[in-house]
């Protein structure tokens, strides 16, 4: 699903189809991580997702605060070109069968890899 180049701020998990492989939300406006609902399930939850590409967004350090994917199957993730200043090694650790990640144009300070696997 190609979203790229558009004006999003926010999309709800549940307009995802749960067998969606690709998801490119490039040049867009988002600020949060797509979530929903009780269980704190976000994107990265979708077990048949391998490739997200959130770069050139509003993204933060703390966008990523708390988020423990369970089921992540995500083989490439792209966070170029947003706001970050430090990584969470304690979130990447959970992304074990993550491939690739491009972090480039950022203003990464600090990264956290302790808990990285």
Same mark, same amino acid.
Do not use: W
């Given at each position: 699903?190609? $979203?790229?180049?558009?004006?999003?701020?926010?999309?709800?998990?549940?307009?995802?189809?749960?067998?969606?492989?690709?998801?490119? /939300?490039?040049?867009?406006?988002?600020?949060?991580?797509?979530? +929903?609902?009780? &269980? &704190?399930?976000?994107?990265?939850?979708?077990?048949?997702?391998?490739?997200?590409?959130?770069?050139?967004?509003?993204?933060?350090?703390?966008?990523?605060? /708390?988020?423990?994917?369970?089921?992540?199957?995500?083989?490439?993730?792209?966070?170029?070109?947003? &706001?970050?200043?430090?990584?969470?090694?304690?979130?990447?650790? +959970?992304?074990?069968?993550?491939?690739? $990640?491009? $972090?480039?144009?950022? +203003?990464?300070?600090?990264?956290?890899? &302790?808990?990285?696997?």
């Amino acid at each position: 699903l190609n $979203l790229s180049y558009n004006r999003l701020e926010y999309i709800s998990m549940y307009c995802l189809p749960g067998n969606i492989t690709v998801l490119d /939300l490039q040049h867009n406006n988002v600020k949060t991580v797509p979530a +929903h609902g009780d &269980g &704190g399930e976000t994107v990265f939850d979708i077990e048949a997702l391998q490739y997200l590409d959130l770069s050139h967004n509003s993204l933060a350090s703390d966008s990523f605060n /708390l988020i423990r994917p369970r089921h992540s199957h995500l083989k490439t993730l792209k966070l170029d070109d947003n &706001g970050f200043v430090r990584i969470d090694g304690e979130f990447l650790k +959970h992304l074990i069968n993550l491939k690739t $990640l491009t $972090l480039s144009h950022n +203003h990464i300070r600090v990264i956290e890899t &302790g808990n990285v696997q």
